[in-house]
Structures are given as C-alpha cells and as structure tokens.
C-alpha cells in the first residue's frame, strides 16, 4: 500500500488572473523541477497537451467557455489541471472560484496528489500555495499505510475534501494546516503555541503543524497520532468531523 502526498485548499480569493497561474507554475518549478507539468489539461481525466513552458499555458489558464444553464448561455472559467508520470510522479488541479445565480460565491479548490518524496520541501510548496490562494481552508498531508484501510478508502479526510463548497467542514487533521476567513476565529493561538506546536499568523489566517517536519509521520507514526489528538483538544469540541485516531 503506498504512501502518498495530498494538498487541499479551498479559496475565497480570485484565482483567474494570468498571475496567479503564473505563481504556481513557478511553485512547481522548485525543488529541481521534480513538480513541473508533463501535460496540462481543462480536464484532470483527460490530458492530451505536452506542458512546453510557462507562457504557453496563458491560453489554458482560466479561458473561457459557455454553458447553458436553464436555456440561457452563461460563462464560466474552465478549469486548469496538469499531471507528470516521470518521478515525482504527481498531478492537480485548479477550479477557479466563481459566483452561483445568487451572486455568492463559491470558493475555489486547489490541490495536489503527488508520490512521497524527501527530495522535496513539502510545506515551503505548501506555504507558497497559501500566500498565491490566500485559504479558507487548507491541508497537507502524507497518508500512510496506518490511515489506508479499506473503510478509509472513500472518506473526505482522504479524498482531500471540505464538503459542501459553500458551507465546508474540517474533516481532520492534517500534518499542515491552514485555518482562514470564517475558520481563523476557532484558533487560539497562544493555547496551540504555548503547547508546544508550530503555528504562525499567515495573511488571513493560521498555519499550524502538528509537528516540526512532515518525515515524523513516518518515523513514528504513533507519536504524530498522540500529538494530533492533543492538537485536537484545543479546539472546541465538534469542530472536526471525527477525532477518531487509527489504531497502531
């Protein structure tokens, strides 16, 4: 059963500027290019475009198509996504944040599924995503075989999901999280640092680990497990849709 990478972020910010496609690509260009797009697509289950360098993906970025919706034409941002089958193999997406006919807005997700690896600086890519998609919410995590059962298989938690997009629940605990907007005002953050977890105010939010590097999942898993519930704790009971831990 292989371990594997997840990032989610869900935003309320805009995401269709040139810009912002532009930052991440950049993002995905560190680490010695172990990230960069073989292919980009409209549709993460169909890739048919060779990824030849950043400015050529101007013209996926968020273009423009139509649909109709009641049989009236309306426009919408297409989505953006890329995939690479060489190591570190890996693929995501970017649906793009909208407005629905009530004019609310529906956040955009960003995320990543990517194979495990040391050779790359997880949570700076993290980070990084924070500051381009400023979160609502946000996770990273490694998920390993303690957390890869078969009644695991399907959950949010590990599917990398919020839930409901305009009313989204915080499933569990990643190793990195990111509390923003609505979700920032559940955090006490002198409780969570003066127990001994890293935590930093980030833009509109809070990024807090469970420890200081992500490898600890795998050295030990259980001591991640114990620390998890005690970073659960701080939080008001409810908060998280499950505080069940897996059995060693």
């Known amino acids: 059963m292989k371990s594997y990478i997840q990032v989610a972020i869900r935003t309320k910010a805009e995401t269709i500027d040139w810009d912002i496609g532009e930052r991440l690509i950049d993002s995905l260009s560190l680490n010695g290019s172990l990230l960069i797009p073989e292919k980009v697509s409209h549709n993460e289950d169909k ?3 060779s990824f030849v360098g950043k ?6 970025w968020a273009s423009k198509a139509v649909i109709r919706v009641n049989g009236a034409l309306s426009d919408f941002r297409q989505d953006f996504a890329w995939r690479r089958k060489k190591a570190i193999k890996s693929s995501g997406s970017v649906v793009h944040t909208s407005r629905n006919i009530r004019g609310q807005t529906v956040p955009g997700s960003i995320s990543l599924n990517a194979a495990c690896s040391e050779k790359i600086d997880w949570y700076s890519l993290f980070r990084t995503w924070c500051e381009i998609f400023p979160p609502q919410l946000g996770m990273l995590h490694l998920f390993s075989e303690p957390e890869l059962g078969p009644h695991e298989r399907n959950n949010s938690f590990q ?9 989204p629940d915080v499933p569990n605990v ?13 955090v006490d953050a002198d409780q969570i640092a003066a127990s001994g977890f890293p935590i930093e105010r980030l833009g509109n939010g809070y990024l807090v680990r469970v420890t200081n ?3 600890d999942m795998v050295d ?4 991640f497990s114990k620390r998890r519930a005690e970073l659960k704790s701080l939080f ?8 069940h831990e897996p059995s060693i």
């Open 213 to 215: 590097s992500i490898q």
């Open 159 to 167: 599917i990398g999901s919020f839930n409901a997009a305009l009313k």
């Open 174 to 186: 990643g190793w990195a999280m990111f509390y923003g907007d609505e979700f920032a005002q559940e």
């Open 55 to 60: 400015s050529a993906c101007e013209g996926v």
């Open 220 to 223: 030990d898993f259980s001591l």
């Open 47 to 49: 890739f048919t475009e």
């Open 236 to 243: 008001r009971e409810g908060f998280f849709l499950t505080n």
